[in-house]
C-alpha cells in the first residue's frame, strides 16, 4: 500500500507542481499569472489551509516551500516511527546537518545546556513537507552549549484542556476559540482508527466521541505494546494518577495511551504532506513551487500584492490577486513578516527596511522546557534498534510482514500531566504560587514523558524519562541577522529563565525521584548528570545540564485585539494595519498549550480556513 501511495504521488507531480521559472516566455506566464491566494510554507498549517481553499474550484492556490518532499529527502527516518529519534544530532558540526531539511537555526545561549539535538515544532506539529521552522542548533560558548537539530517528530495527537481554551478566547475576546466552539475542528481534520487489538496485544481506553471520522488524517496506536508500560502504569499509581482515555477530550489530569498520527495499516507516519496535499493535487488550480524561498511580501502602499521568491537562485514575483497567507511556522513566519516591513520598528531600523506597520512582531515567544533523565532498563525496549543488529533485523521483519513491533512505535506509548502535588508544592515561595495560579484550575504544570531510548548504538535497553514544565512565565524573542529571508534569523527562547519556571524544576526532579522508583524498571545510576547534590541550588544547576526547549514554540505573531499591545494579528490571522495578509500557523497562538502543539495547530488551520472561504 505505501508503494502504491507512493507511485500515485509519483504520478501526478509533475502536473500538480509548479514548473520552474527557466521555461519559454508562454510558459512562464502561465505559471507566473496572478493567483487568488499564496501560501508561504508547506508544514502542517500550510498544507491544510491549502487543501481546505482547493476543495473550492474557483479559488487557485499556491504553496510556497523552501524544501522538498521529506519520502525522497529523509527516507525511513522520517516515515518509520521508531526512526524519528534518529534526527537528535550531537553537534553543530555541518556533517550532521541534512541541508535538505534542516534550517540549521542557531539560538542565542541558553541557560539549559544539554548538548543534544532535538525536535521542537513538531513534537507537537509534523513536518508537513519540505522544512520545518523552529530553533534547531544553539550556539556554543564557554557559558552553555545546546544543539537542537529539527527532522521529524513522533507525530503524538493530543490536546489541550477545556480551561486553557476558554482562556485563550477571553484573552482575545472571541468565544469560537472556546472549547465547547473549538472542537468541531480538532474533529474535522481527523479519521480515527481504534487500536488493533490483536496485534497490540492488549485492550486501550479511548474516547471515540472525542475523534472525527471524515478527515483526510490518520489517527490511531501503535501495534507495539512497549515492555516498559506495566512498570510506568505501576509508577503513576504510585503518583495517585487516575487513567485518562486518550487526551482528547479536553481533560489533562492523569496518565493514559497516546494517540498518534500514523497509517492504520501501513504504520508509516501521516503528515499534512500524506493526507492534505495529496488531496489537493486534485485541484485544477493548485500549484506548490517546491525548493523555493519566499524573500518578501510585496505592497502597494499597506495592501500586500504578492511574494517575492527565488528558485534555484533565480528571483521572481508571483502575484496574489486576494491575499497573502503566511504559514512558515513560528520562526520564520516571524522572519517573514520583518523583512517585508512589518514588525518592531526598532529592529526593523537596524536593517534599513522600511516600515510598513510597527507591531511586535517576534517579541513573545513561548516554549515548553524539558529535560532528559537516562537509566538502564530491566525490560527489552527501542533503544537497542541503535546497537543490536539482530534486535533490528527481528523488528524489520516484523514490520515488513506484518506491521507490528518496535518500529511502529516512537519509543513511548504512555504519559501523564499533573498539577505539582503537596509536599512539594508547600516548597514553593509565594510569588511562584501567585504565577501559577494564574493557569485554569484543570491545567496541567507537569509532563511525564518516558520512552525506550538510549545512547547511540546502545547494545542494551534504556529509558528516557523526560518531564516537563508546562507552566511558562518566560517570554523568548525572534530578530533579524539580515534584510534578507534567506539568512537565519537571532532566535532567543529564553528557555527555563524565569523564576518560578525554575522553582517548579526542582519540584519537579524532587516528584521525578518517586515516580522512577515507583517504576521498578531502571538499573544503576542515572546516567546523564548522575547523583545530584541535596540542596535546591545543587538540584537546580544540576537539571540545566539535561535542560531543553522542547520545541512547542508559539506566539510570536499572537492573536488577540487591536488595543492589545501583545499582538500581530486578530481572531481570524488577520494582519493589524495592513490588507491582504494573514498569518495561520503557531505563532500566532496566543498562549502555549499544555502537552504538544501538533493537534492545535491543525485545528488552527481548519478554523481559519473554515474563516476564509466564509469572507471573514
Given at each position: 500500500?505505501?508503494?502504491?501511495?507512493?507511485?500515485?504521488?509519483?504520478?501526478?507531480?509533475?502536473?500538480?507542481?509548479?514548473?520552474?521559472?527557466?521555461?519559454?516566455?508562454?510558459?512562464?506566464?502561465?505559471?507566473?499569472?496572478?493567483?487568488?491566494?499564496?501560501?508561504?510554507?508547506?508544514?502542517?498549517?500550510?498544507?491544510?489551509?491549502?487543501?481546505?481553499?482547493?476543495?473550492?474550484r474557483t479559488i487557485s492556490v499556491a504553496v510556497v516551500e523552501?524544501?522538498?518532499?521529506?519520502?525522497?529527502?529523509?527516507?525511513?527516518?522520517?516515515?518509520?516511527?521508531?526512526?524519528?529519534?534518529?534526527?537528535?544530532?550531537?553537534?553543530?558540526?555541518?556533517e550532521t546537518v541534512q541541508p535538505l531539511i534542516d534550517w540549521a537555526y542557531v539560538t542565542e545561549p541558553q541557560v539549559v545546556s544539554n548538548t543534544r539535538s532535538h525536535v521542537e515544532e513538531a513534537m507537537l506539529i509534523d513536518t508537513g513537507f519540505g522544512k520545518p521552522s523552529i530553533p534547531l542548533l544553539s550556539r556554543q560558548n564557554a557559558r552553555r552549549e545546546v544543539t537542537l537539530v529539527y527532522r521529524t517528530e513522533a507525530a503524538k495527537q493530543l490536546r489541550p484542556n477545556k480551561g486553557y481554551h476558554n482562556r485563550w478566547a477571553e484573552l482575545v475576546g472571541d468565544l469560537s476559540w472556546a472549547w465547547d466552539n473549538i472542537l468541531p475542528f480538532y474533529k474535522k481534520s481527523v479519521a480515527f482508527t481504534p487500536p488493533n487489538t490483536e496485534k497490540l496485544g492488549v485492550e486501550i481506553d479511548y474516547d471515540l466521541a472525542a475523534y472525527g471520522s471524515g478527515g483526510p488524517l490518520h489517527v490511531t496506536y501503535s501495534n507495539y505494546y512497549q515492555p516498559m508500560n506495566p512498570g510506568l502504569i505501576k509508577g503513576f499509581e504510585a503518583l495517585n494518577l487516575s487513567s485518562q482515555y486518550g487526551f482528547s477530550s479536553g481533560q489533562m489530569d492523569g496518565f493514559g495511551y497516546l494517540a498518534v498520527s500514523i497509517d492504520p495499516v501501513t504504520q508509516i507516519k501521516d503528515s499534512s504532506e500524506t493526507a492534505f496535499l495529496t488531496q489537493a493535487f486534485n485541484a485544477t488550480k493548485f500549484r506548490v513551487y517546491k525548493n523555493t524561498i519566499a524573500k518578501k511580501i510585496l505592497f502597494e502602499g499597506t495592501t500586500a500584492t504578492g511574494v517575492q521568491v527565488e528558485t534555484a537562485g533565480v528571483s521572481y514575483t508571483l502575484e496574489a490577486a486576494k491575499e497573502v497567507i503566511v504559514a512558515?511556522?513560528?520562526?520564520?513566519?516571524?522572519?517573514?513578516?520583518?523583512?517585508?516591513?512589518?514588525?518592531?520598528?526598532?529592529?526593523?531600523?537596524?536593517?534599513n527596511i522600511p516600515v510598513i506597520v510597527d507591531r511586535p512582531v517576534g517579541q513573545n515567544w513561548q516554549d515548553h522546557c524539558a529535560f532528559e533523565f537516562q537509566y538502564e532498563m530491566n525490560v527489552e525496549g527501542n533503544a537497542a534498534l541503535e546497537?543490536?543488529?539482530?534486535?533490528?533485523?527481528?523488528?524489520?521483519?516484523?514490520?515488513?510482514?506484518?506491521?507490528?513491533?518496535?518500529?511502529?512505535?516512537?519509543?513511548?506509548?504512555?504519559?501523564?500531566?499533573?498539577?505539582?502535588?503537596?509536599?512539594?508544592?508547600?516548597?514553593?515561595?509565594?510569588?511562584?504560587?501567585?504565577?501559577?495560579?494564574?493557569?485554569?484550575?484543570?491545567?496541567?504544570?507537569?509532563?511525564?514523558?518516558?520512552?525506550?531510548?538510549?545512547?547511540?548504538?546502545?547494545?542494551?535497553?534504556?529509558?528516557?524519562?523526560?518531564?516537563?514544565?508546562?507552566?511558562?512565565?518566560?517570554?523568548?524573542?525572534?530578530?533579524?541577522?539580515?534584510a534578507d529571508a534567506a539568512d537565519n534569523p537571532t532566535i532567543d527562547p529564553k528557555t527555563f529563565s524565569s523564576p518560578t519556571e525554575q522553582a517548579l524544576g526542582v519540584q519537579m526532579y524532587k516528584r521525578l525521584q518517586e515516580f522512577v522508583n515507583a517504576t521498578g524498571l531502571t538499573k544503576g545510576p542515572e546516567l546523564k548528570v548522575g547523583e545530584l547534590g541535596t540542596s535546591d541550588a545543587d538540584i537546580l544547576e544540576g537539571i540545566k545540564q539535561t535542560g531543553l526547549p522542547w520545541y512547542h514554540g508559539v506566539a510570536s505573531c499572537p492573536m488577540g485585539k487591536e488595543n492589545d499591545p501583545n499582538a500581530v494579528v486578530d481572531t481570524n490571522g488577520k494582519v493589524f494595519g495592513v490588507r491582504g495578509l494573514r498569518v495561520v500557523d503557531a505563532s500566532v497562538i496566543p498562549l502555549i498549550a499544555p502537552g504538544h502543539t501538533m493537534a492545535p495547530v491543525y485545528m488552527v488551520a481548519e478554523k481559519l480556513a473554515d474563516a476564509i472561504l466564509r469572507g471573514l
Open positions: 500500500m505505501a508503494l502504491r501511495r507512493f507511485l500515485t504521488w509519483a504520478s501526478i507531480l509533475s502536473a500538480a507542481l509548479a514548473a520552474p521559472p527557466l521555461l519559454d516566455q508562454q510558459a512562464a506566464e502561465g505559471y507566473l499569472r496572478p493567483l487568488i491566494r499564496e501560501i508561504i510554507g508547506g508544514g502542517t498549517a500550510g498544507l491544510t489551509v491549502a487543501e481546505r481553499l482547493s476543495e473550492d523552501a524544501g522538498g518532499f521529506y519520502e525522497l529527502d529523509n527516507g525511513n527516518v522520517s516515515q518509520i516511527p521508531a526512526f524519528y529519534i534518529k534526527n537528535f544530532n550531537q553537534t553543530v558540526a555541518p512558515a511556522g513560528v520562526t520564520r513566519s516571524a522572519q517573514m513578516l520583518m523583512v517585508s516591513g512589518v514588525g518592531p520598528r526598532e529592529i526593523l531600523t537596524q536593517h546497537g543490536d543488529k539482530q534486535f533490528l533485523y527481528q523488528a524489520t521483519e516484523d514490520f515488513l510482514r506484518s506491521r507490528t513491533g518496535p518500529l511502529t512505535s516512537w519509543g513511548g506509548d504512555i504519559l501523564g500531566f499533573e498539577k505539582l502535588p503537596n509536599p512539594y508544592r508547600e516548597a514553593l515561595e509565594q510569588s511562584a504560587l501567585d504565577e501559577l495560579a494564574e493557569l485554569p484550575d484543570d491545567q496541567p504544570e507537569l509532563e511525564w514523558l518516558i520512552a525506550s531510548h538510549g545512547p547511540q548504538m546502545a547494545m542494551t535497553s534504556y529509558v528516557t524519562f523526560t518531564p516537563a514544565i508546562l507552566a511558562v512565565t518566560s517570554k523568548g524573542t525572534i530578530g533579524l541577522t539580515s
